[in-house]
């Protein structure tokens, strides 16, 4: 039953939706594949008699009226499986600097509904967001299918030479298939924040005093400035490292 909007204004889909009378029809849908009655269904029968009487003097109607627009949207939250917006700003601009792409994803609306923003790098070093997505939830066939939209509508994709994103696995998992000639990397700040949460003192039975050294040690080497700084950080780091093994295992294969 879920849906996928790909294109324009979801306040002006769901406006239009309400306007020609489809509100009844989806959500007698859903209470058909819920197998069963619901105290949020509404029928064709008692939505147009709300829609046609007047506002009585207590606002009864309108009171009526706003609970059934509520449902409503708390249906289309359930319905709806994600929202690509298409704009042509946002086009151009990956058009424009289609070579290296930064992920973000935030949960700041009141449905706790995953916002993922893709940005691209110009020429000046600045980041350009490139795509919006809106999406229930984080499952594998919706952020394919999102990818899968958002490549019809940017046919500059193959141009994508690195795709910096976090440890979310199920998006790693859709970006090293729908765009393999990319490099998929882990950028700086959740590296540090993945150290921060896997280097416990329960873990790897270590006091706080060591837990902080090795954080700072790793620290060092996330900001080495050239490969012989690296290499000289990372041989402290083994050194320290030698009395828990774990630690050094951990960092090769994280």
């Keep these: 039953m879920g849906r996928i909007w790909k294109y324009g204004s979801l306040s002006a889909?769901?406006?239009?939706m309400i306007r020609r009378g489809d509100v009844?029809?989806?959500?007698?849908?859903?209470?058909?594949?819920?197998?069963?009655?619901?105290?949020?269904?509404?029928?064709?029968?008692?939505?147009?008699?709300?829609?046609?009487?007047?506002?009585?003097?207590?606002?009864g109607h309108k009171q009526e009226n706003e609970v059934l627009l509520l449902r409503f949207w708390q249906m289309m939250i359930m319905l709806c499986k994600g929202h690509f917006f298409k704009l042509v700003k946002l086009k151009l601009q990956f058009a424009s600097y289609p070579e290296l792409i930064f992920d973000a994803t935030y949960k700041?609306?009141?449905?706790?509904?995953?916002?993922?923003?893709?940005?691209?790098?110009?020429?000046?070093?600045?980041?350009?967001v490139v795509s919006l997505w809106i999406v229930q939830n984080e499952e594998l066939g919706i952020i394919m299918h999102m990818m899968c939209i958002f490549k019809r509508n940017n046919l500059r994709w193959t141009e994508t030479k690195c795709v910096m994103a976090d440890k979310d696995m199920v998006e790693r998992k859709v970006v090293k298939e729908e765009m393999p000639q990319a490099d998929l990397l882990i950028c700086l700040f959740h590296s540090l924040k993945v150290f921060r949460t896997?280097?416990?003192?329960?873990?790897?039975?270590?006091?706080h005093e060591f837990r902080l050294k090795l954080l700072t040690l790793l620290q060092d080497i996330a900001y080495s400035g050239s490969e012989?700084?690296?290499?000289?950080?990372?041989?402290?780091f083994v050194v320290v490292t030698s009395v828990v093994p774990a630690v050094v295992e951990y960092y090769h294969h994280c």
């Design 13 to 16: 889909i769901m406006t239009t």
């Design 24 to 59: 009844p029809r989806i959500i007698s849908a859903e209470k058909a594949e819920c197998g069963g009655e619901g105290t949020d269904s509404v029928d064709a029968k008692s939505w147009s008699k709300q829609k046609s009487c007047s506002k009585s003097s207590d606002g």
């Design 108 to 128: 700041l609306n009141d449905h706790r509904m995953p916002l993922v923003v893709m940005l691209a790098e110009n020429s000046n070093g600045e980041s350009e």
């Design 198 to 207: 896997q280097i416990t003192m329960a873990k790897y039975a270590i006091d």
């Design 228 to 236: 012989e700084q690296y290499q000289e950080r990372y041989s402290k």
